[in-house]
């Protein structure tokens, strides 16, 4: 009874400990918005200096997970629209060599998770809009994030930003990064009005990421990211097989009951588990071993 409650203990002031260190950034975030997105608007205008960059990840800085963000501000900045009864962001204006790697593909357009807002917003790649078109703050994002509603935890963010800063490609596990429209969606009815047409297939095409999007719960022992290495050659419609598949482990290891499961759901892709404590991520991953019989 002892040792249970005192794990529990534990559990309650790393959660105290985590809430303190977002609501640290989420204070230094209000500052530094207020001091450097005021001075860097009013030397740019929305009309000026918006280029295709092909070396635009180039110019992205890497940081550690602890460390508070730190804004960066840039001429090639795309603009993304929130959609909430998805819980994701349709991107209305791309910028940048970013886009090759980040985002899924739909019929066209490019939807992003909340982890990939998150991350191009931090680094000052991107903008994230309102139905109403009004500029959200990265305190709302970071806010989003940490409601845990839109299939990703704080842990997960930390995890995916740590594996973006290193070079990898990140994708969530199972979805495509692109879908061909089907024929069905191409055949078109002569007697139906070409609005009427447009709308079918725009609801078609928001229940299909709705139903992707529902699969994706917090909580629990699941296979979160499929992660790739670097490749400036990698596209979206082939990818191939990630180099191998993370699952978010709890301060509990998994039973092997639990790891033969994720492994069969893998399938065949090699399987590392990533473990977030106190902002630090570690990652480790299981073999199997057969221990010689003793006289």
């Not at 970013?98 to 992003?112: A, D, F, P, Q």
């Not at 990630?242 to 009951?257: I, Q, R, W």
Request: glycine share 8%; proline share 5%.
């Amino acid at each position: 009874m002892t040792n249970g409650t005192n794990k529990s203990s534990s559990r309650f002031l790393q959660l105290i400990e985590v809430i303190q260190d977002w609501h640290n950034k989420l204070e230094a975030i209000k500052t530094m918005e207020a001091d450097k997105w005021a001075s860097f608007s009013e030397g740019t205008s929305d009309s000026e200096g918006y280029g295709e960059d092909p070396d635009d990840d180039d110019h992205c800085c890497a940081y550690a997970s602890s460390d508070i963000p730190n804004l960066q501000f840039r001429k090639d900045i795309s603009r993304s629209q929130w959609l909430d009864p998805l819980g994701m962001a349709e991107v209305v204006e791309r910028k940048g060599g970013l886009w090759s790697t980040t985002g899924i593909v739909r019929n066209g357009k490019i939807y992003c998770f909340i982890e990939e807002i998150l991350y191009l917003a931090e680094i000052g790649a991107l903008h994230l809009l309102s139905k109403d078109d009004v500029p959200l703050s990265l305190e709302h994002v970071y806010n989003k994030v940490a409601e845990g509603k839109s299939g990703c935890s704080l842990e997960y963010y930390e995890a995916y930003k740590h594996l973006k800063s290193l070079g990898y490609i990140v994708g969530r596990h199972g979805i495509p990064w692109s879908v061909r429209r089907s024929k069905v969606n191409c055949v078109t009815n002569q007697d139906q009005p070409e609005t009427a047409q447009r709308g079918d297939e725009e609801s078609r095409n928001n229940i299909f990421i709705s139903e992707m999007f529902s699969n994706m719960q917090i909580g629990g022992l699941r296979l979160a990211f499929d992660v790739y290495p670097p490749n400036s050659r990698f596209r979206k419609s082939a990818p191939g097989d990630p180099c191998f598949v993370l699952c978010l482990a709890s301060e509990y290891p998994p039973s092997k009951e639990e790891i033969e499961d994720l492994e069969r759901r893998s399938h065949g892709i090699p399987l590392k588990f990533c473990l977030v404590e106190h902002g630090r991520v570690s990652f480790f991953s299981v073999s199997k071993v057969e221990l010689p019989i003793l006289p």
